[in-house]
């Protein structure tokens, strides 16, 4: 039930996000160009983008990349091992408030 844009990267999901203005973002950690890291960063401090939520969807369970993430102003962090496609659609609609 969303309308979905794809981003081949890091720089291709910063310039979709300015022009698409989406709702959510669901990022990867691990993209070429741009990593999740620096790309959340970017777009926190982003005028046009700075309050789209961002969740990060990766394969890498580790606390200190949660964190980091959470502290770069992140609205969720999932492991991609250990979650359904239902329960990621799930942590988008309780991000929107759905």
Do not use: C, H
């Not at 910063?14 to 070429?32: G, R, T």
């Not at 741009?34 to 777009?43: K, Q, R």
């Not at 969740?55 to 962090?77: H, M, Q």
Request: net charge negative.
């Amino acid at each position: 039930g969303f309308d979905v844009i794809t981003a081949k990267d890091g720089q291709e999901m910063m310039a979709l996000a300015v022009e698409a203005n989406p709702d959510v973002i669901l990022s990867d950690l691990k993209m070429p160009g741009v990593n999740g890291f620096d790309g959340i960063e970017i777009l926190k401090n982003t005028t046009e983008t700075k309050n789209v939520p961002v969740i990060v969807l990766t394969a890498f369970p580790n606390p200190e990349f949660k964190d980091r993430i959470s502290k770069a102003g992140a609205a969720g962090y999932l492991i991609k091992s250990e979650v359904t496609p239902a329960e990621v659609v799930k942590k988008i609609k309780e991000v929107l408030n759905l």
